[in-house]
């Protein structure tokens, strides 16, 4: 019995090599890059040492997690990843479904071609590159913003310096870098609705509007839930990057997320265990907000991830 399953599977594997080999190379990048150095998560419970290697290092246990909920600091790098994941979410999510809506009712095609193609060009466009073109247009002698404000007879704002402005700059510059880029599935999800369903609600009276609250939305409900929960548990990973590049000590107030400090006390300070712990944290808690996630939608609109 055991050699007929084997050979059964060795010859799925035979006509299915080709879709295999496809499948090949994005496996090996999970493989190298994203299971196997889940093995270091072990350095989190050491204290580690260069010389000692990380299995030669002494076991600690929790000490690194007890350590990081007893720093004062915890709460407000806490608080500050979070804020900025959910205005993120909040601001971030909905726009690429409302552009879409938006094409979604564009006649022209060139028109709509046009708004499509320069509402994709930011996403192809560095983070670094990103950052620095935010660094000129907010510069406080001639950045546009702030020339524009003293036409109007105001004051200069020296925004990146000053911390009750840096998550606003931060979620608007994701948000235009993103949105086109995010409308695709939203649109690709749109021409899978069935043309006489718009037939149907234009014969009972139904205008653009309600067509698309009563066919349009309730057609892109799956592609919006699971995105969404995707999104939901990708809160805690804000762009490191982004912010790296952003923020300077005047506005760590706002702008020091864990990422950020992870960076500052595992790399730069050499202390790789502690590092490890609060990644974990962050891990952990981004696990749980899609485990919740998935739960409640599947229980409310019997769309969910599994």
């Known amino acids: 019995m055991t050699e007929i399953r ?31 150095p889940m093995f270091g998560i072990v350095v989190a419970f050491k204290r580690y040492n260069l010389s000692k290697g990380v299995w030669g290092s002494d076991w600690v246990g929790l000490r690194y997690f007890q350590q990081f909920f007893s720093n004062p600091d915890a709460y407000e790098i806490i608080r500050n990843t979070f804020l900025l994941g959910g205005y ?6 909905p726009a690429p479904i409302i552009l879409a809506l938006l094409l979604n009712e ?10 499509q193609t320069v509402s994709y060009l930011p996403h192809f466009i560095s983070t670094v590159v990103v950052s620095g073109m935010v660094v000129m247009f907010l510069s406080p002698t001639s950045g546009p913003v702030n020339q524009l404000l003293q036409a109007f007879g105001l004051k200069p704002i020296n925004f990146l310096m000053q911390a ?7 979620v608007a510059s994701d948000v235009w870098q993103g949105i086109g880029w995010g409308s695709i599935i939203y649109l690709a999800a749109l021409t899978t609705i069935d ?10 009276g139904a205008n653009r509007w309600k067509q698309t609250w009563h066919v349009t939305l309730p057609g892109l409900v799956p592609a919006i839930v699971i995105l969404l929960i995707l999104n939901v548990g990708s809160i805690l990973e804000i762009g490191f990057e982004k912010v790296f590049l952003l923020y300077n000590p005047t506005t760590y107030e706002t702008a020091d997320i864990i990422s950020t400090y992870v960076y500052r006390m595992g790399i730069i300070g050499g202390n790789f265990s502690y590092g490890t712990a609060v990644d974990i944290c962050m891990g952990l808690v981004s696990l749980v907000f899609v485990l919740v ?3 409640i939608s599947r229980r409310l609109t019997e769309n969910s991830l599994w």
């Open 6 to 36: 084997h050979l059964a599977v060795v010859r799925r594997v035979i006509r299915d090599k080709y879709l295999l080999l496809l499948v090949a190379p994005t496996l090996l990048y999970l493989l190298l890059f994203k299971y196997i």
């Open 88 to 93: 993120k979410l909040l601001f971030g999510f």
């Open 106 to 115: 564009v006649r022209k095609k060139a028109f709509k071609r046009f708004v």
């Open 164 to 170: 009750e402005w840096f998550r606003t700059i931060y």
């Open 195 to 204: 043309p006489q369903l718009y037939e149907a609600a234009e014969i009972d």
């Open 293 to 295: 996630a998935n739960s």
